[in-house]
Nanobody
Framework: QVQTVESGGGLVQPGGSLRLSCAAS????????MKWHRQAPGKEREEVAS????????VYADSVKGRFTISRDNFKNMVYLQMTDLKPEDSAVYYC??????WGQGTQVTVSS
């Protein structure tokens, strides 16, 4: 069955960096767009970044553009989110998901002094 498992979250200082990883299984990975979403307490879930099946096209939310980079390794069925210049408003649970796929547990990112 389709599954995406996130890891790499943690506590970081404002201005710091963090890399999230996502292991995918249960589908033909390279054929699908992969997306990172996040949800902060009291806020709606929002899409942060997406990447095309072959990795050639990426799309970012305005709030993270220029700071975050999404990438994928189709041989390992992995997708990554490199986050730099982190801000307190980036604090959220981050989810990796294939289009139309299930929601997993996510990984917590906390940006705080």
């Amino acid at each position: 069955q389709v599954q995406t498992v996130e890891s790499g979250g943690g506590l970081v200082q404002p201005g710091g960096s963090l890399r999230l990883s996502c292991a995918a299984s249960g589908f033909t990975f390279s054929r699908y767009v992969m997306k990172w979403h996040r949800q902060a307490p009291g806020k709606e879930r929002e899409e942060v970044a997406s990447i095309s099946g072959d990795g050639s096209d990426t799309v970012y939310a305005d709030s993270v553009k220029g700071r975050f980079t999404i990438s994928r390794d189709n041989f390992k069925n992995m997708v990554y989110l490199q986050m730099t210049d982190l801000k307190p408003e980036d604090s959220a649970v981050y989810y990796c998901r294939v289009i139309s796929g299930p929601w997993g547990q996510g990984t917590q990112v906390t940006v705080s002094s």
